[in-house]
């Protein structure tokens, strides 16, 4: 019946679609994540003041893509300077960010005992470097409903620290028309709102989305897209030279284009997502939007920081 149901509402006129999906998934996950903070003792992010946060008007984003390794000991300096936010694998890096966001990844994708190797991976980078980002602020995202075995339950405690959890809200877009229209449809229930304490975060696509919403709700001046290649899956840490340690680990074929730059049912590409973004949301909030390396996928619709842009 169930099934059934979801095949009619696919069916609806997408701006009837998007207004119900929005409901079901707000009313679903807001439930699902404020259960599991309870449960575990994680703060919701909406209790933080980020006024609190922001010591800049620039904020770097911080990917995970291979280009990372060729920033030069300066720019690490400018960054340093600056506030900074990474995601995901980021900790497997030396540069510990003003903010860190992780999704609460499941134990076994495949529903059995035994914890996949990024689980087990993730696990091990969050015991290493709990000292180190004891006084980073860390928002843990995508609760799962009713699975327990996932990474909000498993956390180190001593990671507990400055940790907070926060529900991401998506629109549901088959095209671009459908997206532009879907973050037309957000932006007028505050997805991008300025905002010191915040409820929940906009995703679409994959985390870069969720960053650039942040650094818009945070209302920086200057966004800078670090890592963010997109033209392969192949990170910083697999360097050999850089990274003997972690070199090989290899969650996905590290030469296919990366997963997010490739178009799929119910999912338009991040290309069409950030072009979006400018259009709606960035240009008209007077925010500037730069990658640090153009071997970007999203160059040159996306420019590369100018040389005195920190003059």
């Not at 995901?88 to 003003?98: A, E, I």
């Not at 932006?187 to 304490?197: E, I």
């Not at 040159?300 to 842009?309: K, R, S």
């Amino acid at each position: 019946m169930l099934t059934v149901l979801k095949e009619i509402t696919k069916q609806l006129p997408h701006p009837l679609l998007m207004r119900s999906y929005h409901y079901w998934h707000v009313k679903q996950h807001r439930t699902t994540t404020l259960q599991a903070a309870k449960k575990t003792g994680v703060p919701m992010l909406a209790g933080l003041d980020l006024n609190t946060v922001k010591t800049s008007d620039t904020l770097f984003i911080l990917g995970s893509g291979a280009s990372i390794n060729d920033i030069s000991p300066e720019g690490w300096i400018n960054i340093a300077k600056h506030d900074s936010v990474g995601f995901n694998f980021w900790p497997l890096h030396p540069f510990v960010p003003r903010m860190y966001f992780f999704e609460s990844i499941q134990y076994n994708l495949g529903g059995g005992d035994e914890e996949t190797e990024v689980f087990r991976t993730v696990m091990r980078m969050l015991t290493n470097r709990a000292e180190a980002y004891k006084n980073v602020i860390k928002v843990i995202t995508d609760v799962r409903l009713n699975q327990d075995r996932q990474l909000i339950y498993q956390l180190p405690s001593a990671w507990k620290t400055n940790l907070y959890a926060a529900y991401t809200v998506p629109p549901v877009a088959r095209t671009p028309e459908e997206l532009d229209n879907g973050v037309r449809y957000l932006k007028g229930n505050g997805a991008f709102a300025p905002a010191q304490h915040i409820d929940w975060l906009f995703k679409y696509c994959g985390s870069l989305s969720t960053m650039i919403a942040l650094g818009v709700r945070m209302q920086y001046r200057r966004i800078v897209l670090c890592g963010i290649d997109m033209g392969m899956q192949h990170y910083f840490f697999q360097d050999p030279k850089l990274f003997p340690h972690t070199s090989k680990y290899e969650f996905v074929p590290r030469f296919e284009t990366h997963h997010t730059a490739v178009g799929r049912a119910w999912m338009v590409p991040m290309q069409d997502v950030v072009a979006t973004l400018m259009k709606e949301v960035l240009k008209p909030a007077g925010i500037e939007l730069y990658l640090e390396n153009p071997n970007s996928a999203l160059w040159p619709m996306v420019p590369t920081i100018p040389p005195d842009a920190f003059n």
